[in-house]
């Protein structure tokens, strides 16, 4: 069964799943479509049992927290120094950015710092 007919067949079974009246004939819908589709059955009760789509909804991206400016000099002193993570890049920056910017290493302006 390929997954196209498996999704409609899932939102079919999914309209009886929630129209049932016992818990029997809850419990036996999972039973049917494992056996029609050759999935867990852990997974097919919580996929049957989301009223919402399956289908998970696309992440939002994160917002730039640096402007075009910054970018290329953030980047640089992250090759710098070896391409720390986060927690030690943090200092870094604070106190060799006048360092590197002395030496000619860091393309910024005085703008482009503040």
């Not at 999972?30 to 059955?41: F, G, I, K, L, V």
């Not at 939002?60 to 120094?81: C, D, H, M, S």
């Not at 070896?82 to 030690?88: A, K, L």
Request: charged letters at 30%.
């Amino acid at each position: 069964m390929d997954i196209g007919a498996r999704k409609e067949y899932a939102a079919v079974v999914r309209d009886r799943y929630w129209k049932a009246h016992s818990k029997k004939e809850k419990s036996l819908i999972p039973d049917e479509y494992c056996a029609n589709t050759d999935q867990a059955r852990k997974y097919v009760i919580r996929k049957l049992g989301s009223r919402d789509n399956p289908d998970p909804k696309p992440r939002r991206k994160r917002q730039a927290v640096y402007n075009g400016q910054v970018t290329p000099a953030l980047a640089k002193i992250w090759e710098v120094f070896d391409y720390p993570c986060g927690q030690h890049l943090k200092p870094l920056i604070g106190s060799q950015t006048d360092r590197l910017r002395q030496f000619g290493g860091l393309p910024i302006s005085d703008e482009g710092s503040q």
